[in-house]
């Protein structure tokens, strides 16, 4: 799963899912990898890094390009 080639209800959908997930509720499980990936997909952002005033990215690795 590439989070970059996602469309954004696609995204949308998977965190979804993740947050019921975390809530004990009876969903498809969405896998720690996948989890890993989403977050630092939307951590590492362009838009995200490029933002005034904010501490900087959480990157858990290099982000993709």
């Known amino acids: ?3 970059q ?17 975390d809530l004990g509720e009876d969903v498809d499980e969405v896998d720690m990898d996948t989890r890993q990936r989403l977050a630092n997909y939307l951590g590492c952002h362009e838009e ?3 933002r005034p005033g904010t501490p900087g990215p959480i990157c858990l690795t290099t982000p993709p390009r």
Do not use: K
């Open 1 to 3: 799963m590439r989070p």
């Open 5 to 21: 080639e996602l469309t954004p209800t696609e995204l949308a959908e998977l965190l979804h899912r993740a947050y019921l997930q």
């Open 48 to 50: 995200t890094r490029e």
